[in-house]
């Protein structure tokens, strides 16, 4: 089955860098789009950032432009998120999530459009 193993979570202070990865198996992971959510205690799931099945195209929420970096490795089946410059109002729980779609074209930025889901790691950032 269709399996994503997220990490990388932890603390940091305010400006510092985390780099999350995903790791996906029971699947071909290089045929499908992935994408990087996050969720904040009292908010809903929200879009981060998303790469096409091919790593050629990347996209992101406004909030994470000029700042984190999604990117992918067929040959580690991994998708990651590197993430600069981090603010208090990023800290959330991460979650990777995959498309289940092959070879999708569209740009995908809501959470009902995946299909699969890791598990969440937690960021925390200190002030």
């Known amino acids: 089955q269709v399996q994503l193993v997220g990490s990388g979570g932890g603390l940091v202070q305010a400006g510092g860098s985390l780099r999350l990865s995903c790791a996906a198996s029971g699947l071909t992971f290089s045929r499908y789009a992935m994408g990087w959510f996050r969720q904040a205690p009292g908010k809903e799931r929200e879009f981060v950032a998303g790469v096409s099945w091919s790593g050629v195209r990347t996209y992101y929420a406004d909030s994470a432009k000029g700042r984190f970096t999604i990117s992918r490795d067929s040959a580690e089946n991994t998708v990651y998120l590197q993430m600069n410059s981090l603010k208090p109002e990023d800290a959330a729980i991460y979650y990777c999530?995959?498309?289940?779609?092959?070879?999708?074209?569209?740009?995908?930025?809501?959470?009902?459009?995946?299909?699969?889901w890791g598990q969440g790691t937690q960021v925390f950032v200190s002030s």
């Open positions: 999530a995959l498309d289940r779609n092959l070879l999708q074209t569209t740009l995908l930025d809501r959470a009902t459009e995946y299909d699969y």
